[in-house]
């Protein structure tokens, strides 16, 4: 990419960002598409995109953002925090669930994942939903009486700029 795109680039995620700190999501969503159709391959794009997808509760598209932000950044918890986010307000709480496990194996210390994570289970107790073989969380993948996952043995990543 010539230095000229990457201002453009620049200067579009910058729009987007003041256009989500203003609320004017319909913008964001707008100027980050843009930005995306110049840098396909940028997750940060990508993963400013999926949060202005769910502010204005579209969230099959917030979903098909924050897949991508996995396909791009598979090492970043940010990718499965928006997806679960997604799939919990698509009302698919195994879903959501399994989203957030997969993040927390990136970085078990991660409280908002952690969070989401439980949410997403209370949920699926109080409607006793029987979940698809691939989202099953046994007994061993929870430790009910501490409220925790299993520590993972892998180091937490740096979070992301």
């Given at each position: 990419m010539d230095d000229s795109v990457e201002k453009q680039v620049a200067q579009l995620k910058t729009e987007g960002k003041a256009?989500?700190?203003?609320h004017d999501f319909e913008g964001?969503?707008?100027?980050?598409?843009?930005?995306?159709a110049l840098s396909p391959d940028s997750h940060k794009l990508y993963r400013l995109r999926s949060v202005?997808?769910?502010c204005l509760q579209e969230y099959q598209s917030s979903l098909e953002d924050a897949e991508k932000v996995i396909g791009l950044m598979p090492k970043s918890t940010d990718g499965y925090?928006?997806?679960g986010f997604a799939l919990y307000h698509q009302k698919d709480y195994s879903g959501a669930a399994h989203a957030f496990q997969e993040g927390l194996k990136l970085n078990p210390s991660d409280r908002v994942l952690r969070q989401g994570f439980w949410d997403a289970v209370t949920l699926l107790s109080q409607h006793r939903v029987c979940l698809p073989m691939?989202?099953?969380?046994?007994?061993s993948d929870i430790d009910l009486k501490a409220n925790r996952l299993p520590e993972?043995?892998?180091e937490p990543t740096p979070e992301p700029e």
């Amino acid at each position: 990419m010539d230095d000229s795109v990457e201002k453009q680039v620049a200067q579009l995620k910058t729009e987007g960002k003041a256009a989500l700190a203003r609320h004017d999501f319909e913008g964001a969503k707008d100027v980050l598409t843009s930005a995306i159709a110049l840098s396909p391959d940028s997750h940060k794009l990508y993963r400013l995109r999926s949060v202005a997808y769910a502010c204005l509760q579209e969230y099959q598209s917030s979903l098909e953002d924050a897949e991508k932000v996995i396909g791009l950044m598979p090492k970043s918890t940010d990718g499965y925090y928006h997806k679960g986010f997604a799939l919990y307000h698509q009302k698919d709480y195994s879903g959501a669930a399994h989203a957030f496990q997969e993040g927390l194996k990136l970085n078990p210390s991660d409280r908002v994942l952690r969070q989401g994570f439980w949410d997403a289970v209370t949920l699926l107790s109080q409607h006793r939903v029987c979940l698809p073989m691939r989202y099953q969380v046994t007994e061993s993948d929870i430790d009910l009486k501490a409220n925790r996952l299993p520590e993972a043995d892998v180091e937490p990543t740096p979070e992301p700029e």
